[in-house]
């Protein structure tokens, strides 16, 4: 007979075990949450994956991702500001006409959009490190080699692809945190990502631009092209070196000693040893990558389809707003009376997106993140309108309007960055996350590149600027009524949609 604490030790001591695939098949052992000062909690299973992260918590292998990702989206930041800040050197040693001067700036969105189309699905077959490592290589190389260039031809090819090499690692860097961070720190670690990191490679390129020429009229190009890639040289070493692979990636493929290896040393650098989970699942899941092709499936099949249209135009509708505003507003304050010179606006704009990127993380602490999701739109769109009535007309009242229309426009637009992307991720299945975020990212880049050109046609057919405020509202609303319609629901779980299953497994697909 057995005491209380006997009997809770033998407890402590035990594992479960269910039979999968019926009595003839092998024994699965489920990991479990345990407590070294309280009673075994519930089995935790690859279906609730996400609640071992949560036990675990954030810590220093999350911030080491956080820094190594962010690389790439600072490689974002360092090079669309050097191509931008260059483009009048390149003009004036070639000759170049205007339209070929606004191409060289284009053809790099267009390579983001290439990029980030492959390496979704690449990070769904091969892994998350894989392309974040290839974006690396990608940028060193062609920005090696567009400091060669002899034409407008060439360098636009060069500099389209090394668009592509930064495109190509962003959804694994989104996807690659998402699955490694819980759930209350994923809008501040993806805002620290993206927004912060594409900041620090702003501050990089603007130093090499002061150290080149302060006036910036005999800029070296070649130079900066060059010293452009140095973040990105940095980054290939180190995450080579220190980069581990998404322990959801190897665990939904397969890979359950090297998955329970990485999540001990989760433990171990987080001190959570109080966490156990016995990663040992059935020998039978398949160990052969998904082909790009069926993950694509997955993301359009009746479960997720609906989700994955209504977050890629989330992303279009955000970017349209983030470059539309970015190319208006030169123009918009130079026929505008304002207190400060309009290049002054554009500082205090810049400076009033960094509290939208804090408030974001602060309000995900209280509020959930789809709730902030949905409100984001309206708060743009009433930003917007008051931003439109302020500036078309004047006294006190109007020009009170224009700067809280202004100032909200910034702020609600970076807090929508951070919330937005943090959604896009997380309403995936983790078997097929990195192509749907690369879809989602993809739409943002169309909104990008298209942003400037209906802007233009919208001056046009309204004879100014005012008609694009109002598409851009009337989108805003669409994409609010849409997202407060749709169920948008975390899928943590791996293969957690049965109408997914014959599209992400192999053994399934192969038997099919």
């Not at 070649?222 to 080579?240: D, K, T």
């Not at 190319?327 to 810049?350: E, H, I, K, N, R």
Request: aromatic share 10%; charged share 15%; with cysteine.
């Amino acid at each position: 007979r057995l005491n209380a604490v006997e009997v809770a030790t033998v407890a402590a001591s035990c594992s479960y075990q269910l039979p999968v695939g019926g009595c003839n098949s092998s024994m699965v052992q489920l990991p479990y949450l345990r407590r070294s000062d309280g009673p075994k909690l519930d089995p935790v299973s690859p279906r609730n994956f996400t609640n071992v992260i949560e036990a675990i918590g954030f810590g220093v292998p999350q911030i080491i991702a956080m820094v190594l990702c962010g690389f790439v989206w600072a490689a974002d930041g360092a090079e669309l500001l050097l191509l931008g800040s260059v483009t009048r050197s390149v003009a004036d040693e070639w000759a170049l006409e205007a339209w070929q001067r606004g191409a060289i700036v284009s053809v790099v969105f267009i390579g983001i959009l290439l990029g980030n189309t492959v390496g979704g699905p690449l990070g769904d077959s091969t892994g998350r490190k894989t392309p974040i490592l290839l974006s690396f290589i990608g940028i060193v190389l062609f920005s090696v080699i567009s400091a060669s260039c002899i034409g407008f031809w060439s360098l636009a090819l060069v500099r389209t692809m090394v668009g592509a090499s930064f495109g190509l690692g962003q959804p694994s860097t989104l996807t690659m945190i998402r699955d490694i961070t819980p759930s209350r720190w994923q809008v501040f670690a993806v805002s620290a990502v993206s927004s912060v990191s594409f900041c620090c490679g702003e501050i990089y390129s603007a130093a090499l631009i002061w150290y080149n020429d302060p006036s910036m009229k005999e800029l070296d190009w070649r130079w900066l092209c060059i010293m452009g890639a140095v973040p990105s040289i940095v980054g290939l070493v180190l995450s080579y070196s220190f980069l581990k692979e998404s322990p959801a990636y190897l665990l939904d493929n397969g890979y359950t000693e090297e998955a329970k290896e990485l999540i001990e040393s989760y433990k171990i650098s987080n001190g959570a040893e109080h966490v156990c989970c016995d990663l040992i699942t059935s020998s039978t899941l398949a160990r052969t990558p998904r082909s790009a092709r069926q993950n694509v499936e997955a993301i359009l099949s009746p479960a997720l389809r609906w989700t994955t249209l209504a977050m890629t135009y989330t992303c279009f509708i955000l970017n349209v707003c983030f470059y539309g505003t970015l190319y208006a507003f030169p123009q918009v304050f130079a026929d505008t009376s304002t207190p400060y010179s309009p290049a002054m606006a554009l500082l205090v704009g810049a400076l009033f997106e960094m509290p939208g990127q804090i408030a974001a993380p602060l309000c995900a602490t209280v509020l959930d993140n789809k709730t902030i999701l949905r409100m984001c739109p309206l708060g743009i769109a009433i930003a917007s309108l008051m931003f439109l009535v302020g500036a078309n007309g004047e006294g006190m009242l109007y020009g009170t309007l224009l700067q809280v229309g202004y100032a909200g426009i910034k702020i609600t637009v970076g807090g929508f960055f951070a919330v937005a992307y943090t959604c896009a991720s997380g309403v995936f299945p983790t078997a097929v996350r990195s192509t749907g975020t690369a879809a989602c990212v993809a739409g943002g880049r169309i909104g990008g590149i298209l942003s400037p050109l209906i802007f233009e046609q919208m001056v046009i057919a309204f004879d100014g600027w005012g008609g694009f405020f109002i598409l851009m509202i009337v989108g805003l609303l669409l994409n609010s009524i849409i997202l407060m319609a749709l169920n948008l629901e975390d899928v943590d779980d791996i293969n957690s949609l049965e109408e997914l299953k014959p599209m992400i497994s192999n053994e399934e697909k192969a038997v099919a």
